[in-house]
């Protein structure tokens, strides 16, 4: 991470340069080449001179997230290779579609606490750390561990699945080894000068007790310590996004406690907010806070890859938007915008062959009345943002 900030401001800082000075080349009047672009006289960086007009810098990064990945049985046996797992097939339709964001960000709804500690399905999973393997291979770089299922196979999943997050270096939040690892913010510096901060809670933990002194290890959904946490975040980052684990399992539109909790995010100024928990999607929304601030929802992402057989539990997406900083004249505005979604399916055949598939691409054979469903579920996604694109290339 060090490195890669160092980079990033090394690369910012060599941008704004070319930037500095290719303006003050525009600014020569030259009738001969009208059509000659900044980028096409940058081969030197010119020396910095004291900028006579303001800086005007403007980066941009895109996000994409990516509901539930619960992994049952049925998906981890057909991942078996010999003596190890391999989920790279699985995600290999939708591999492009993550690596092209600058930040991906996976829902790990079951914690990969690997083979060592026996894996487990419904109703206590534990999973292969391969799971891991196959995120990071697909171009995800941050994982939500704050889940109903977190607690499930207690606290030596945990740690165990923390130790190989560690080791493929994926920044993990929301689920913690200990008191002085959950003070860290999770911050990520992109190479494009935008900081982004990563948040994560959940409504519970299926009933099991949270053990006594480590709160820790999993956050629950608490108003007072989350805004305690997003005024820190804020400080620190350019944006705030939290993924939030709750809602009613199945249903297709949030609750009014879904609501409620999302106007209360948006009141204390997060950015974006990533739902899950109900297995299937619910709706985009722009939700205004009480400082005028936009906040942008994803009220579900569904599953993404989980062995649920039910039609809307197959169904997920990747959610993705974009961030713009502009820096002009010793001030910065940040702004999130321009949502776009990728409906997914999860196709498989008597329990093998899982695959997830951008809805797009579906034909007849691999899901009857693909492009009917298809039309059905961008209606549902943008119900309340006409506006929102979708993905299709
Ligand atoms: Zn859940």
Sequence with gaps: MTKGTILGIFIFSFLSLVLVSCGGENAIDNNTEPTRTAGSHAEKPIEPKEPKEPINVVQEISISAIGDMLIHNSVYNDALVGSSYDFKPMLERVKPFLSDATISIA???TMIGGTELGLSSYPTFNSPTEVGDALKWAGVNVVSLANNHTLDRGEEAIQRAIEHWEAIDMMYTGSYKSEQDRDQLRIMETEEGISVAFLSYTYGTNGIPVPTGKDYLVNLIDQELMAAEISKAKEKADVVVLSLHFGNE????????QKDLVQFLADKGVDVILGHHPHVLQPVDWVTGENGNRTLVIYSLGNFLSGQDEFYRQIGGIFKFHITKTMSDGETVVEVHTPEFLP???????????????????????LTNASVHYEEIKEHMSRWVPELKFIEE
């Design 107 to 109: 829902n790990q709804e």
């Design 344 to 366: 997914t399916f999860v196709k498989y055949e008597n329990w093998r062959d899982y695959e997830v598939i951008p809805m797009y691409q579906l034909t007849e054979e691999e």
């Design 250 to 257: 199945y249903e297709r539109l949030p609750n009014q406690q």
